[in-house]
Structures are given as structure tokens and as C-alpha cells.
């Protein structure tokens, strides 16, 4: 059983198909939030997700803040200016296919959330001391995020409640041990200072796990960005991977 794990496409077409080319064959992807915001191509990425066979598809902070079910003032300016653009391109039915992203998911042994088991829409695991606290806000052995656009595991120790913190290997199978969080980096924005796309492939039966990256044309959607106005900050940012 092969699993596509993907998170934070923010609307880089060009990012996701590198990844799912990549991948080859799987048999299930698992999105977990953020298709929208920051890049150029909101209705193609929706477009393209929505099509894939045995989709289970998470929203984002970014998904929710265009549906209008938030205050934006909540985002940074930049974000902002992302997030109202957003808007005014997509289209009604691409809408009505955010809304129909879950906040939280149980699959087997996973649970899956775009930031936190505590706060699935908003919180961000960057370290150690915020993943402490996840571990009793949900029954799995596994917990799957995204929302900081950085590969990470949190792996609980045996000494409970110590938390290691493991930044996994590219290209390298990696043997899951319970429980633990596993964040599998961002697709359409990386910010770990390496630009290629980042992606995850999981098999939830032999309970192995493989961060992937793959380059894509980066320079096609800047000038995109470019073209429709997005913030020179996003644009330049792409290049070096923050
Ligand atoms: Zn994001």
C-alpha cells in the first residue's frame, strides 16, 4: 500500500505536478490543507487535487480564510493581499470544494490535521514543546501535519512525555515507530532554506515512511506571480526555499 502524503500546495501548480509525477503510481493521497494562498494557480491546484483517485483532503488556515469563514486581519499583510486575490479568481464551484475539506481525519492508525491535533486549523508544531503537548489530543499511533512547511518528526520517547525532535533524511525509508507526528514539508512553498518541493510517501501497512523532494520550475511561477500582482516577497522567497 503506497500513500501520497502531500501539504501546503499554496496554489503552485508547477510544484505539485513535480510531485506527483515523482510519486508514480499510488494508491491513496492524503492532503493535509492549504491548497490556496500565496502562489498563482488556486483553480488549477483545486482542479487537479479534486480529480485524484482516493483523495482524503484536510483544510487549511489559508483554504479557510478564502472561504470568508475567518477575519483576514488575522494574516499578515502580504498573506492578506494573497488571500483577497485568491477570492476574486476562484471560481464558485472550487469554492464549494474547500468548504468540503475535513479539519480532522482518522485513518487506521492516523490521525491527520493541517497544524495540530489541539488546534487543527492554527497551531504550528516548530518544536518540541508545542509537540509535547499534541500527543494527548489524539488516539492514534500517528499524527500527520503540515502548516509549517518543514519536514519534521516528533517522536515520543519512552520516557513519556519527552519528544525527540528528528529532521528525516531525503530519499531515505524510514522504519515508524509509535507514536509520533510526522510532518512531510510543503509542496508549493518549502521553507526549510531548500526550494524543491517537499512530499512524503507513506505505507500504512508495513509502517514505513520516505521524505522525497523534487525540483520544478520555479522561475514559470514567479513570473506568473508576477504577471497577476502577488507580492514581490513570495516571489523572491520561492528561489531559496524560506
Ligand atoms: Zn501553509
Known amino acids: 500500500?503506497?500513500?501520497?502524503?502531500?501539504?501546503?500546495?499554496?496554489?503552485?501548480?508547477?510544484?505539485?505536478?513535480?510531485?506527483?509525477?515523482?510519486?508514480?503510481?499510488?494508491?491513496?493521497?492524503?492532503?493535509?490543507?492549504?491548497?490556496?494562498?500565496?502562489?498563482?494557480?488556486?483553480?488549477?491546484?483545486?482542479?487537479?487535487?479534486?480529480?485524484?483517485?482516493?483523495?482524503?483532503?484536510?483544510?487549511?488556515?489559508?483554504?479557510?480564510?478564502?472561504?470568508?469563514?475567518?477575519?483576514?486581519?488575522?494574516?499578515?499583510?502580504e498573506a492578506r493581499q494573497a488571500i483577497i486575490w485568491?477570492?476574486?479568481?476562484?471560481?464558485?464551484?472550487?469554492?464549494?470544494?474547500?468548504?468540503?475539506?475535513?479539519?480532522?481525519?482518522?485513518e487506521g492508525q492516523f490521525t491527520l490535521v493541517h497544524g495540530s491535533p489541539r488546534y487543527p486549523i492554527w497551531e504550528y508544531l516548530m518544536d518540541v514543546f508545542s509537540a509535547r503537548s499534541s500527543f494527548e489530543h489524539y488516539q492514534t499511533d500517528f499524527c500527520l501535519v503540515g502548516h509549517t512547511h518543514i519536514?519534521?518528526?516528533?517522536?515520543?520517547?519512552?520516557?513519556?512525555?519527552?519528544?525527540?525532535?528528528?529532521?528525516?533524511?531525503?530519499?531515505?525509508?524510514?522504519?515508524?515507530?509509535?507514536?509520533?507526528i510526522l510532518n512531510p514539508g510543503s509542496v508549493g512553498q518549502p521553507r526549510d532554506h531548500n526550494p524543491m518541493a517537499a512530499y512524503a510517501i507513506l505505507d500504512p501497512h508495513n509502517l514505513t515512511w520516505e521524505c522525497r523532494r523534487v525540483p520544478y520550475d520555479i522561475a514559470a511561477v514567479q513570473a506568473r506571480m508576477q504577471a497577476v500582482k502577488l507580492p514581490e516577497r513570495h516571489t523572491t522567497r520561492l528561489s531559496a526555499g524560506w
Open 151 to 180: 519536514p519534521v518528526i516528533f517522536q515520543q520517547q519512552v520516557k513519556f512525555p519527552n519528544v525527540r525532535l528528528e529532521s528525516p533524511l531525503i530519499n531515505q525509508k524510514i522504519d515508524l515507530q509509535a507514536r509520533a
Open 1 to 77: 500500500m503506497k500513500i501520497l502524503v502531500i501539504s501546503d500546495v499554496h496554489s503552485n501548480l508547477n510544484a505539485l505536478e513535480a510531485v506527483l509525477k515523482d510519486a508514480g503510481e499510488f494508491d491513496a493521497i492524503w492532503f493535509l490543507g492549504d491548497l490556496v494562498g500565496y502562489g498563482p494557480d488556486p483553480n488549477e491546484c483545486i482542479a487537479r487535487v479534486r480529480g485524484l483517485p482516493n483523495l482524503v483532503g484536510m483544510m487549511g488556515n489559508h483554504d479557510i480564510a478564502v472561504l470568508n469563514e475567518i477575519d483576514v486581519r488575522d494574516f499578515n499583510q
Open 86 to 106: 485568491t477570492q476574486s479568481v476562484l471560481t464558485p464551484e472550487n469554492q464549494v470544494y474547500l468548504t468540503s475539506l475535513s479539519e480532522m481525519k482518522v
